[in-house]
C-alpha cells in the first residue's frame, strides 16, 4: 500500500506513533500465543482494540475520517518499527 493514497506526512506520522506508542502500553509484542486467525485469540481482539481507537484520536485530531485500509497497514507498519525492522538508508546524492 502506497500511504499517500489515504494520509499526507502528517496524518501519516501521527497514526504511526499513536500505533507504535499503544503497541506498547498494550504490551502486544511480549504475546506468546499462536496465530488463530479466527478474530477471537488476544493479539486479534487488542488490534480490532486499536483500531477503533485509532479511528476515534484520528477524527479528533484531523476533524475527518480516515480510510480503513490506512489503519490497517498503519498498525502492521507499527508492528514492523517496533520489531526493529532494518530502515533504508536516505538517498544522498554525491557532488
Known amino acids: 500500500m502506497d500511504w499517500r493514497q489515504w494520509l ?3 496524518q501519516y506520522e501521527f497514526l504511526l506513533h499513536w500505533f507504535m506508542r499503544r503497541q506498547r502500553e498494550l504490551k502486544l509484542a511480549e ?3 499462536p496465530l488463530a ?3 477471537f485469540s488476544l493479539y486479534d481482539q487488542l488490534c480490532q482494540q486499536m483500531l477503533k481507537e ?17 489503519l490497517t497497514n498503519m498498525l502492521h507498519l507499527a508492528e514492523l518499527e517496533l520489531s526493529g525492522r532494518p530502515h533504508k538508508a536516505p538517498v544522498r546524492s554525491v557532488h
Open 37 to 39: 486467525y479466527d478474530g
Open 31 to 33: 504475546l506468546n500465543e
Open 54 to 70: 485509532a479511528e476515534i484520536a484520528y477524527i479528533e485530531r484531523f476533524s475527518q475520517t480516515v480510510a480503513p485500509i490506512a
Open 8 to 10: 499526507d506526512v502528517k
